[in-house]
């Protein structure tokens, strides 16, 4: 039965990513502006709802290392496994300029970030200093999309794209993000159930588990959604996805996190993981900033560090 449910759960993630990139592409056509901002923001901040919900548990839970622990991880695997796999199916192209700007703001984070971990714990005043930064990322956010709709009242049509439907009504759209932002977590949350009895069968360890199901748990709404973006030719909103999630886990997650409770930061994390994160988003600048298309050769690259970084983890 635990079989029957783990394949439910991945074909509920896929149906669901895929109505999330409909929803987000024909959003960002109603709305005038580019795919890539709704990415950043709606679809980012929808498909993080696993992470939020996990590290505000593990406090309450009186586990805070795992709040920390659980956003370096999705963080780690939305540039190695959430961009890598997908590009096994389909060339991830860097088109857009505005994807580079956003990729520097990620990068900004991730240092913020690793300054205040290096104060040894989050506290209410680093809580403070993330959440400000993210509400400062939102605001540029929208400030760029003001500036697109204006550029784009006297520009030529562009090319309808796959899935891009410029007359379907509101009602239809707000109906594909909802539909999307339910199913995504709760898909998830199926699938790792299912999988996490299974390995259970076949006598796995908790502690392997939790290392790894939970933790690529969180991290299957990024996936599912870049997947079938991939498949639907929006390379903006695969990447938007990744980068807008990694700002939002980072920022908004362990800002709000730092507000409920301390998290004290593990040394194990300082000496390896926090790093691994660091460069993990360092391997996605050279493609950003390079405008190197993410292939299926480089999929597969990707997708073999983050297996060296389990096994690293694990040893």
């Not at 913020?112 to 809580?127: E, S």
């Not at 920022?251 to 300082?270: A, F, H, K, R, Y």
């Not at 993990?280 to 600048?285: D, F, Q």
């Not at 950003?288 to 970084?309: E, N, Q």
Request: aromatic share 6%; hydrophobic share 55%.
């Amino acid at each position: 039965m635990d079989f029957i449910y783990a394949v439910a759960g991945l074909v509920l993630l896929l149906v669901a990513g895929d109505m999330l990139v409909r929803g987000a592409v024909n959003l960002s056509l109603r709305l005038g502006i580019p795919a890539l901002i709704v990415s950043l923001t709606v679809v980012a901040f929808g498909t993080s709802a696993p992470e939020l919900l996990v590290s505000v548990s593990a406090i309450f839970d009186g586990v805070p290392g795992l709040a920390l622990g659980n956003v370096i991880g999705s963080n780690t695997a939305n540039v190695l496994l959430v961009l890598g796999v997908p590009a096994l199916i389909s060339t991830l192209h860097v088109i857009d300029n505005s994807t580079r700007a956003s990729y520097l703001q990620m990068i900004g984070a991730t240092v913020l970030f690793i300054l205040l971990a290096m104060r040894g714990q989050f506290d209410w005043i680093a809580g403070v200093v993330l959440l400000a930064a993210l509400f400062s990322m939102i605001g540029h956010a929208i400030y760029q999309a003001r500036c697109h709709r204006v550029a784009q009242r006297d520009a030529p049509e562009e090319e309808e794209v796959e899935g891009a439907d410029p007359d379907m009504p509101w009602a239809k759209i707000i109906g594909f993000l909802i539909a999307g932002l339910i199913g995504l977590p709760l898909g998830a949350d199926i699938l790792v159930d299912a999988s996490t009895n299974i390995a259970r069968a076949f006598g796995v360890s908790e502690t392997v588990i939790g290392l790894t199901l939970v933790a690529l748990g969180t991290s299957l709404p990024e996936l599912a959604t870049t997947v079938m973006a991939a498949l639907r030719k929006q390379a903006d909103v695969a990447f938007g996805n990744v980068i807008g999630s990694n700002m939002f886990n980072l920022l908004g997650i362990i800002g709000v996190s730092s507000l409920v409770g301390t998290l004290p930061v593990d040394s194990e994390l300082m000496d390896f993981d926090i790093w691994v994160m660091l460069g993990a988003s360092v391997i996605l600048g050279v493609f950003v900033l390079k405008r190197i298309d993410i292939t299926r050769l480089w999929g597969i690259v990707l997708s073999a560090l983050y297996v060296l970084y389990i096994l690293a983890v694990l040893s």
